[in-house]
């Protein structure tokens, strides 16, 4: 029996750089799949593992070029991942790099490009939806996966500390959610389409423009500020999981992490829900 082909590697290694130009922010969102060919056949013939690179190793050279080349595109930043690779390790033979980008696109807030929000390109779904008898109908509208970002001005500190509690105070994070929302209407605006686009810019501008302390902070200020624009509305309501973006710990590679390169994660992650309305009690 003979070994014909063999690779081996890392697959959704992900990353976001933050280049931080005073104000201005750009971020930059990778997942990767890094496989390498070479000499490593006594891996799989033998047991002998002394020419094999540790995935994780791989992961990591991703992570320290994140930290060394922020601003790179993603063309240039595979082939400096490949060279890092290459350079390092005379086993490896061929690198073969996939990346995915998410874009996220500078949000504009009135007529000027802001500094720190951003939106998903290819983004939300809109919907409606409506229940009706003879007695009466109720019709509601809204977005599902509507997803959005601040790099900045976003806090969680002063949360109940136990002996459960690892996480620590912060007052400077990227706050970020892939937002469903459902408003219900109480009567019907003159547009319903010029209407929604109105809630969305308010919900926006006030979570891009305000200061957060905590999803649950910036959910209510963004419901109380569309009851406010749509005088139509007569409740609306959020599901808002956080996305989280962990600081990645540089520090074993001699590199510091000025929050400038994070770790993107799906899951486990909180889920935040409200619904905020012109009259009722709190619940």
């Known amino acids: ?5 063999s690779r081996y590697g890392k697959e959704r290694v992900r990353v976001l750089r933050l280049v931080r130009d005073g104000d201005r922010h750009t971020p930059r969102e990778l997942t990767l799949s890094v496989m390498l060919t070479g000499r490593f056949e006594a891996a799989w013939t033998e047991g002998d593992n002394r ?14 070029t994140a930290a060394r080349d922020l601003a790179l595109d993603a063309e240039a930043f595979v082939a400096a991942v490949a060279q890092v690779l290459l350079e390092t390790y005379p086993q490896v033979e061929t690198v073969a790099i996939e990346a995915e980008e998410i874009r996220w696109l500078r949000h504009a807030l009135g007529d000027a490009p802001h500094d720190h929000t951003f939106t998903r390109d290819g983004n939300g779904v809109g919907f409606v939806e409506l229940a009706a008898s003879r007695a009466g109908s109720t019709l509601r509208s809204g977005l599902r ?5 601040k790099t900045t001005q976003s806090g969680w500190t002063g949360f109940v500390a136990d002996e459960y509690r690892t996480l620590p105070d912060t007052t400077d994070r990227i706050a970020a959610t892939s937002m469903d929302a459902t408003w219900t209407w109480a009567s019907a605006p003159q547009d319903h389409g010029a209407a929604n686009a109105r809630i969305l810019t308010t919900l926006l501008t006030v979570f891009g423009t305000t200061y957060s302390r905590g999803i649950q902070d910036s959910m209510f200020r963004m419901g109380e500020a569309a009851l406010a624009a749509v005088p139509e509305l007569a409740e609306i309501g959020f599901v808002m999981p956080n996305k989280h973006y962990l600081p990645i710990d540089l520090k074993p590679f001699g590199l510091e992490n000025p929050g ?4 993107p994660t799906d899951e486990p992650y909180g889920r935040i829900e409200a619904t905020i309305s012109r009259t009722g009690r709190s619940a």
């Open 1 to 5: 029996m003979a070994l014909t082909a």
């Open 51 to 64: 020419a094999s690179i540790a995935t994780d190793s791989i992961r990591n050279i991703v992570n320290v």
């Open 145 to 149: 996966g509507y997803t959005f970002m």
């Open 260 to 263: 400038t390169v994070f770790l």
